[in-house]
């Protein structure tokens, strides 16, 4: 047999015949041509079944020509990368293509599942709400189990999808969707006017309807204007044209989105999809519209499909959809396809036209006849025809062929229309839902507004092209709009069904006729509601097709006109839109700016283990030969409180502050009081939101008079700036205050351990760091290891400590040189995690305790509390529920059992049998102390202060632990903080 | 994607920009003076209108800036938008 028995011998203006690709599906080696789609391919060879569908396994052809495509569900790809629910129409064929119809085992051709086709009567409507309910306990142990297996689409894929996927931005004067006569039209216009257009269409080649029937524009052939005018336009520096690219999504203020798929012939790097988000002053939506099938029985049978499809698969591939074929349908374009398909070698058994009065000599016609039943069970064998007036006595016409072309009219893609919040309006006579009033700046234009006639839509296309161009500041355009002789409106008489049996209406989801009369007969009257309850529309194909039929069977169920009954709402994407393409950018390597330290470079050739803080990576410890993790922590902690140690704590934010006001300021940002500070002294600061909550803590140094230099927690930086310019934005502008980020400006190392004075004394000789001249919390201006530095006396880690900051571009130099002067000091660095262990020692707190719902009380800070009452957030710590009995607060936990080691997530807990109870409180912090020589932990809870000594249980229920701890103050380590003063 | 015109740095993406809540009320000049009632009112009770009002969005990742927009909070539509710090 010939590889390709339904390829004509010519024609095909898509395909290359010069180049064969071979394909497989299912399993079985096919061929086809370069520029044939997948579809395509498998007409030419003669493959009618191409998937089953979603609920009675019934057989499944190719339907459609395009995105609309209802029936045609594939997979390509083997195993853990498979891409399932893919349409055929839109596959293009490459060689070596593998591709599977869906919903089926083995094989579309052999499917066990199609049995229950035969007892279809257990799956009516809405049967996923009604049967397999009893009795419950078979639910997990039968029908759940069987129902997956047989329900709905494609594999997901185990692995990781490999492909290059990405996202752009544009902005653009006039976005046209779609590149059919009318889009063409419209950028041609709006281009000559010299507007930034872009021109975005779904299919491989600009043409739209004319790519699927020949046309005539100007004096020549259709779709030779159309590449004269693409041609101008891609010579045009103002204009960009997007092939493969839909125009899936109208967002808020024209915001548009586009999918451009790569094509076959892509250079290597081009993204599989790359989506482009368009700022469009102007969008013109020309995107078309979509053929409507007709209702009759076994309307879903491979070999009945759109007859501008059937005529599409000649013209542009040269590919039979049949040999025989019977055209049905309610409008003139029949006759078009039933002498484009004899043409291509098609021999027309009959043209069935709904209409009484038309015909057509050269035709083999039926006028006021229509498709009574499809015959035939795995594919058509022919067609019973019947007239439409219902005269009785009338007796079917048994017709052999093994194709249907059926032509239901159009429905125009008012999608992008509705997506931006236009209007709807139905014209009853034509039978249209057609775009009304406009929801944001666009304008539709073509078959998208109603127009089907070649003339029409290229009047229209550049009408709208001339006005989207002035409505974004464009002159008129030279030139006349361009014409074309087919001047036929070729509008359909609403007709939709004849005859009884099974009348698919949503060949995807398997919605009948009679599924839809089902759910009105049981109450169902808002089409939204119909939907959701038949899955009418609900498959990947949106409904394209099948939305009309289905609203103008659910009116005529429950007796209403079909403009009261509304359409459903069409939601963004128009098709559907990769997963991957969507988390392009936002997974993986390069999602986020990776922030470093200045002696970031050091501490990676030291082989230190790396934490995430924000955005930035911190060294979390480093690793010592012979030690685990916790001894290696352990280590840095003992020699820091023995000796000396350093850290790097560039990654707090700094903020400068200066001006007349900043003191006053500064009183009414933070809790306690800043203004009485002297120059040359800092202080703890603590800030509270404006709900009494403590937001963020750190230190306030006074450089002079009306110059503070203040850092932030590393997590709350960004928060913390935005809130400062928040208040002297909008709150209190008529203060004099400048406060600029300089985080990126300083670098800064603390040095911790009794051993820091000698080491800062002998790095900085001309500074005087007895602790007379250089008390606590003092700051000075001093030379460092040679460099420019503030040094702060200060301490996070309870022992006598100094940070030192120098300019960024310094901090490398900085870092190594006091390293280098540290040798003879035993100088250890330490990462976040000794940081940690030593701030649990000392009962500091961070954002595990201050979480957004503890006051400075709670943590034990509120003596703190002395600033003016108009400060942020003083007000509400005298509401009554911040000043009750019963408020968690901040305590210690020192575990009794010294092997213990607390899991994360422990709650505080006052029995240890793990029987559900409220619990005491949560452990917020915890690590394993050295100093102490056991577990310990901090903890809010409920009344904590009152319960110092008592015995609770830390516990985890989700690890079954649970272990005896006694309540203690939170300060484990030196209360008096005689360590400090060194 | 809201496109807000910022007085500085011209139209630009939402996405540049942290939403800042509801500008309609003013923070009391006195706080210590205010009632119970009146500083709760003042801190949780908003009104969230369907239609238009007006808001704080702080240009994040452009000037910095705070501006006070008016915006339809069903249509999305702008109103006016002007520096919160005249």
């Known amino acids: 047999m010939r590889r390709q028995p339904f390829r004509a011998a010519e024609g095909g203006h898509l395909i290359d015949r010069s180049e064969p690709l071979r394909f497989d599906f299912d399993g079985h080696r096919q061929e086809g041509y370069r520029g044939d789609s997948l579809a395509s391919g498998l007409l030419a060879a003669g493959v009618r079944i191409v998937a089953r569908s979603f609920k009675y396994h019934r057989p499944r052809g190719v339907w459609g020509f395009g995105s609309e495509e209802p029936g045609a569900m594939v997979a390509t790809g083997v195993r853990e990368e498979v891409r399932p629910n893919l349409k055929a129409t839109e596959i293009e064929l490459a060689d070596g293509l593998m591709a599977f119809g869906q919903n089926a085992w083995p094989s579309v051709a052999w499917d066990l599942g199609a049995a229950v086709g035969m007892a279809g009567n257990v799956l009516p409507a809405g049967f996923y709400y009604k049967t397999f309910m009893w009795p419950p306990r078979w639910w997990l142990a039968l029908y759940e189990p069987v129902l997956r297996r047989m329900a709905g689409f494609g594999p997901a894929p185990s692995a990781p999808d490999g492909a290059f996927y990405a996202k752009r931005r544009m902005h653009a004067d006039v976005l046209v969707a779609g590149g059919g006569p009318a889009g063409v039209a419209a950028a041609l216009a709006a281009a000559r006017a010299g507007a930034k257009v872009v021109l975005a269409d779904e299919n491989v080649r600009f043409g739209g309807g004319l790519l699927r029937a020949p046309g005539e524009i100007g004096e020549s052939d259709g779709l030779a204007w159309i590449d004269a005018a693409i041609g101008e336009l891609e010579a045009m520096a103002n204009v960009r044209l997007l092939r493969r690219a839909t125009v899936t999504g109208y967002y808020d203020h024209n915001l548009l989105l586009v999918a451009e798929r790569a094509g076959g012939d892509a250079a290597p790097g081009t993204p599989e999809t790359r989506l482009w988000f368009v700022r469009a002053r102007e969008a013109v939506i020309a995107a078309g519209a979509h053929e409507r099938p007709l209702l009759f029985a076994g309307n879903d049978r491979p070999g009945v499909m759109s007859a501008s499809a059937a005529g599409g698969y000649a013209h542009a591939y040269g590919v039979l959809a049949g040999q025989r074929a019977v055209i049905a349908g309610n409008n003139d374009s029949i006759y078009a396809v039933a002498r484009l398909l004899r043409g291509a070698g098609v021999s027309i058994a009959a043209v069935a036209d709904a209409r009484a009065e038309s015909g057509a000599r050269d035709l083999p016609c039926r006028p006021g006849r229509t498709v009574e039943r499809a015959l035939g069970s795995r594919r058509v064998r022919g067609a019973l025809l019947r007239r439409t007036d219902g005269r009785a006595g009338d007796r079917s016409e048994r017709i052999a062929c093994d194709l249907v072309a059926v032509a239901g009219g159009w429905s125009p893609a008012v999608h992008l229309h509705t997506q931006a919040r236009g209007s709807l309006s139905y014209d009853e006579e034509r039978g249209l839902v057609l775009p009304d009033r406009p929801g944001g700046a666009n304008r539709s234009a073509g078959a998208a507004a109603g127009r089907f006639d070649l003339d029409g839509c290229l009047a229209e296309g550049w009408a709208a092209g001339v006005a989207a161009a002035a409505a974004s500041g464009h002159e008129r355009p030279a030139g006349e709009p361009p014409r074309s002789p087919d001047r036929v409106a070729g509008d359909a008489p609403v007709f939709w069904r004849i005859g009884a049996g099974k009348q698919f209406v949503d060949l995807q989801y398997d919605v009948t006729a009679a599924d839809v009369e089902l759910a009105a007969r049981e109450g169902y009257r808002s089409v939204e509601h119909v939907k959701r309850y038949t899955a009418l529309g609900m498959g990947t194909d949106q409904g394209k097709t099948s939305g009309m039929a289905g609203l103008v069977l659910l009116s005529e169920a429950i007796g209403r006109p079909v403009a009261r009954t509304g359409t459903t709402t069409f939601r963004p994407p128009y098709t559907p839109v990769p997963m991957a393409a969507m988390a392009a950018g936002l997974i993986g390597e390069g999602r986020d700016a990776l922030r470093r330290t200045a002696a970031d470079d050091w501490h990676e050739a030291r082989g230190a283990v790396f934490t995430a803080a924000g955005l930035w990576r911190r060294p979390s410890y480093y690793p010592r030969e012979g030690m685990d993790e916790e001894e290696a922590i352990s280590a840095e902690v003992r020699e820091v409180r023995a000796g000396v140690g350093i850290v790097d704590v560039g990654t707090l934010g700094k903020v400068d502050v200066q001006g007349r006001d900043a003191a006053a300021f500064l009183d009414l940002v933070y809790a306690n009081r800043i203004s009485t500070l002297k120059a040359g002294r800092g202080r703890y600061g603590l800030m509270l939101r404006e709900d009494g909550r403590v937001f963020d803590d750190g230190v306030v140094m006074r450089l002079g008079e009306n110059h503070f230099y203040l850092t932030t927690t590393t997590a709350q930086h960004h928060a913390a700036m935005q809130h400062m310019e928040f208040l002297l934005q909008t709150v209190w502008p008529e203060l004099e205050v400048y406060a600029t980020d300089v985080s990126e400006h300083w670098f800064a190392a603390a040095l911790a351990g009794p051993g820091s004075r000698a080491l800062l004394g002998e790095v900085a000789p001309g500074l005087d760091v007895s602790d007379e001249a250089f008390p606590m919390m003092a700051v000075r201006a001093a030379t460092v290891a040679g460099l420019s530095a503030l040094v702060f006396r200060m301490s996070y880690s309870g022992e006598l400590s100094y940070e030192i900051a120098a300019p960024a571009d310094h901090g490398l130099a900085l870092w190594t040189r006091l390293l280098t002067a540290g040798r003879e000091h035993g100088l250890t660095p330490y990462g976040t995690e000794a940081m940690g262990v030593m701030r649990i020692e000392k009962g500091h707190v961070t954002h595990a305790e201050a979480d957004g719902r503890t006051t400075p009380d709670d943590l034990g800070l509120g003596r703190m509390v002395n600033a003016g009452r108009r400060s942020i957030g003083r007000r509400s710590l005298d509401l009554p529920a911040l000043c009750r009995k019963g408020r968690q607060q901040l305590v210690g936990l020192a575990v009794i059992d010294p092997e213990a080691r607390i899991p994360p997530g422990c709650q505080v807990a006052e029995r240890d049998d793990m029987r559900p109870a409220a619990p005491l409180g949560h452990v917020t912090s915890f690590c394993y102390s050295p100093t102490l020589g056991r577990a310990i932990a901090l903890a809010l809870v409920e009344n904590g202060r009152s319960r110092i000594g008592q015995t609770v249980y830390v516990a985890s229920p989700v690890t079954g632990l649970a272990m005896a701890a006694e309540i203690v103050p939170p300060v484990f380590y030196d209360a008096e903080g005689t360590r400090l003063r060194g | ?86």
Do not use: Q
């Open chain 2, 1 to 86: 994607m809201l496109l807000i015109p910022c007085p500085f740095c011209g139209d630009r993406d939402e996405t540049e920009f942290a939403y800042g809540g509801d500008a309609g009320t003013e923070r009391p000049a006195d706080p210590g003076a205010a009632t119970d009632e009146a500083w709760t009112d003042y801190l949780c009770f908003h009104d969230n209108p369907k239609g238009p009002h007006r808001e704080f969005w702080f240009h994040r990742d452009g000037c910095r800036r705070w501006l006070t927009v008016e915006r339809d909070t069903h249509t999305h539509e702008l109103g006016a938008v002007r520096l919160s710090r005249p």
